[in-house]
T-cell receptor
Framework: GDSVTQMEGPVTLSEEAFLTINCTYT??????LFWYVQYPGEGLQLLLK?????DKGSNKGFEATYRKETTSFHLEKGSVQVSDSAVYFC????????????FGTGTLLAVQP | DAGVTQSPTHLIKTRGQQVTLRCSPK?????VSWYQQALGQGPQFIFQ???????QRGNFPDRFSGHQFPNYSSELNVNALLLGDSALYLC??????????????FGEGSRLTVL
């Protein structure tokens, strides 16, 4: 079945460091890929998405490129801030009417000043 | 514009009891999905409702049931609670069919503790 694998955390970085959180997926066909973020005490919210191969999703300085050849969707940010501290989830959907999401286990990012 | 609202935010039950969680979708949305997020894990899909019918179901036992009302709000019911049902229960809303952008809007969740 479909699945998402993402790097385990926690990831601890200093402010202004470069961030990469790896995500790979297993799915037939052409799923849409997402990164959701969960800030402390808040609900999940969409960070960025890509719906076809080679698409790059971007938002708030974060980027991820849909690589079908490596079945990956790694999240990157050039310079993290303390306010980026959160749990990041990679997810996929096959699309269609139900748009059921399949999530990875999440990666906790802690940014220190 | 109200987002997705869930109630209660926290609750404690004992094994064997029953629980009902409630969700109001984002204004304009007609589809509600429920997810279970165990501690340290990603959310797992429970089921989805549209037009007051269950449209898809994940790998959860029949103890988990739901309902959607004409105003699109939804309830999640869990019977015969087990310790393993302790989790954060997330409600997500979206649009059905071709209007669906692929994005789900999540509430803050209901944290259930089973003792």
């Amino acid at each position: 079945g479909d699945s998402v694998t993402q790097m385990e955390g926690p990831v601890t970085l200093s402010e202004e460091a470069f961030l990469t959180i790896n995500c790979t997926y297993t799915a037939t066909g052409y799923p849409s890929l997402f990164w959701y973020v969960q800030y402390p005490g808040e609900g999940l919210q969409l960070l960025l998405k890509a719906t076809k191969a080679d698409d790059k999703g971007s938002n708030k300085g974060f980027e991820a490129t849909y690589r079908k050849e490596t079945t990956s969707f790694h999240l990157e940010k050039g310079s993290v801030q303390v306010s980026d501290s959160a749990v990041y989830f990679c997810a996929l959907t096959r699309g269609g009417a139900t748009n059921k999401l399949i999530f990875g286990t999440g990666t906790l990012l802690a940014v220190q000043p | 514009d109200a987002g997705v609202t869930q109630s209660p935010t926290h609750l404690i039950k004992t094994r064997g009891q029953q629980v009902t969680l409630r969700c109001s979708p984002k204004s304009g949305h007609d589809t509600v999905s429920w997810y279970q997020q165990a501690l340290g894990q990603g959310p797992q899909f429970i089921f989805q409702y549209y037009e007051e019918e269950e449209r898809q179901r994940g790998n959860f036992p029949d103890r988990f049931s739901g309902h959607q009302f004409p105003n699109y709000s939804s309830e999640l019911n869990v019977n015969a609670l087990l310790l393993g049902d302790s989790a954060l229960y997330l409600c997500a809303s979206s649009l059905w069919g071709r209007r669906n952008t692929g994005e789900l809007f999540f509430g803050e969740g209901s944290r259930l503790t089973v003792l």
